[in-house]
């Protein structure tokens, strides 16, 4: 099974940055669009941000777009997220995953999740 690890979340300060990383083992990556979700706590998860094979599409949320910034790097099978000007409504556990296209990421339903990087941003 495909193991996607996420990682670099923390506790910032609204306004800061942060920089999310996601690792997977598998070997076909670099021909998959991937994705950033989030879920926060008590509500569903939600599509953040998508991006194409070869990174040359993008797409995001509305309420991320000008902030946040994803890109990948298929040599080291990994995807990124860099946030700035955080909110406190950006608090949030930080997921990613792959499909097809772009289109697919963001509305399949997915059977596997990693566990997830937590986000916090305090006002």
């Known amino acids: 099974q495909v193991q996607l690890v996420e990682s670099g979340g923390g506790l910032v300060q609204a306004g800061g940055s942060l920089r999310l990383s996601c690792v997977t083992s598998?070997?076909?990556?670099?021909?998959?669009?991937m994705g950033w979700f989030r879920q926060a706590p008590g509500k569903d998860r939600e599509f953040v941000a998508a991006?194409?094979?070869?990174?040359?599409?993008?797409d995001y949320a509305d309420s991320v777009k000008g902030r946040f910034a994803m890109s990948r790097d298929n040599a080291k099978k990994s995807v990124y997220l860099q946030m700035n000007s955080l909110k406190p409504e950006d608090t949030a556990v930080y997921y990613c995953?792959?499909?097809?296209?772009?289109?697919?990421?963001?509305?399949?339903?997915?059977?596997?999740w990693g566990q997830g990087t937590q986000v916090t941003v305090s006002s």
């Open positions: 991006i194409s094979w070869n990174g040359r599409s993008t």
């Open positions: 598998d070997r076909t990556f670099s021909v998959y669009a």
């Open positions: 995953n792959f499909g097809s296209s772009i289109g697919v990421v963001k509305t399949q339903e997915y059977d596997y």
